[in-house]
């Protein structure tokens, strides 16, 4: 039993089974201000699986309650307190999957189903296929199957763990050999994922810092640019 959760019930409680968007950086941010020993309840319909990496950067434990099929609430406690672990730490990728919420408007069960189907796949402590390999080649399949929102996506977050210029030239050279070059000219060029490849390029020809990179990419190719974003927001 670990020691805080006598206290648990004490959490401050956010039910975000309602919630539409993207609330991850509230989450985070909320979290972040938390000190050693405070705690958080998220009340979900499905288990978050993918919270726990995301908070355990930040130095909270986790403890999962299944209240019913469509209520969990985990209790995450501060134990430690490093500020620049959630965005030095190469294990933490941007572009958390939230579109898993989106599954659960439809039914919580099948939200359930995705995040363990995620967990299967991207949640292994010792795959056999490195995360760098998995990117990339996550990355071909979305070019591939038409998808550049999927494509820029896993763009962003391989070049945030080390995937080089020089790979990602070697790849989007193969990109016009399998597509064609029609194809390439016509659905790849004007993409957003091509942006976001001319954009390191052009940084990196002027020795840009690579966290600086990252920091211009998830401005730019962010949750907020609507090729990008897994969320539906009504034109104001």
């Known amino acids: ?20 968007g993207n609330f991850l950086p509230s989450i985070l941010k909320k979290a972040q201000e938390l000190e050693i020993g405070q705690g958080l309840c998220i009340v979900q319909g499905f288990e978050p699986i993918p919270l726990y990496s995301a908070l355990s950067e930040l130095g909270f434990e986790h ?17 430690s307190k ?6 030095e730490s190469k294990n933490d990728l941007p572009f958390k999957p939230t579109a898993i919420v989106n599954f659960n408007t ?18 292994q402590e010792n795959p056999a296929i490195d995360m760098k390999t998995r990117l990339l080649l996550s990355l071909a399949n979305g070019v591939g199957a038409g998808r550049m929102r999927q494509a820029v996506r896993e763009f962003v977050k391989a070049y945030s763990i080390g995937v080089t210029t020089a790979e990602f030239d070697e790849l989007f050279a193969m990109f016009a050999w399998n597509q064609g070059v029609g194809y390439f000219s016509s659905e790849i060029g004007p993409s957003a994922l091509f942006a976001a490849y001319k954009l390191v390029k052009t940084m990196e020809e002027k020795d840009t810092d690579r966290g600086e990179i990252v920091k211009e990419l998830l401005e730019k190719f962010g949750e907020n640019n609507p090729d990008v974003k897994t969320f539906y927001s009504p034109k104001k």
């Open 1 to 20: 039993m670990k020691d805080w959760t006598n206290k648990k019930d004490e959490f401050e409680v956010k039910d975000v089974r309602k919630l539409k």
């Open 82 to 87: 490093n500020e620049s672990a959630f965005s």
């Open 106 to 123: 439809i039914d919580s069960r099948l939200a359930h189903t995705v995040v363990n189907f995620w967990n299967h796949i991207w949640g």
């Open 63 to 79: 403890e999962t309650d299944k209240v019913s099929e469509t209520e969990y609430r985990v209790y995450f406690c501060r134990i």
